[in-house]
């Protein structure tokens, strides 16, 4: 592990909350990765926005991301069912990093994660089976 743990963000499932992840967060600390973040997705929030709870949630998500990386931590970031959704979008944008002493995004998990072709939908994504890749 490097000398500085990346900070693990975690992208949750619809209907879920950051507390439903407080088993896995001390599993995280147990192996020192005690940098975390699980950011309130708005269209899983108490009273969600419907008009453009997606668009809600890829932008936290994206500040997020950035905020970690502006501060010099590198990121894993987890996916969890459809938080792959808004993740994959909330990552399409964040510019790479090619010198070796900027942060950057080590790597993406997705857990049972819905991970759509650029630009499509997850009906449409539901409707034509797996990805071509």
């Known amino acids: 592990m490097p000398a500085t743990p990346p900070t693990v963000v975690i992208a949750h499932a619809a209907f879920h909350q950051p507390a439903h ?5 001390a599993a995280l600390d147990e192996v020192g ?7 309130q997705l708005p ?3 108490l009273s969600p926005t419907a008009e453009d709870a997606f668009a809600q949630d890829v932008a936290v998500l994206r500040k997020t991301i950035r905020s970690c990386l502006t ?11 459809y938080g792959g959704l ?7 944008d964040l510019p790479q990093a090619t010198e070796r002493d900027h942060a950057k995004v080590l790597g993406v998990v997705f857990v049972a994660g819905m991970v759509p072709e650029a630009g499509e939908s997850l009906a449409k994504a539901m409707k034509t ?5």
């Open 33 to 39: 990765l005690t940098e975390y973040r699980i950011p």
């Open 43 to 45: 269209s899983s929030s």
């Open 21 to 25: 992840y407080i088993d896995f967060t």
């Open 86 to 92: 808004p993740l994959s979008d909330a990552l399409t």
């Open 129 to 133: 089976g797996v990805a071509s890749w």
């Open 71 to 81: 501060s010099g931590r590198d990121v894993l970031v987890l996916a969890h069912s």
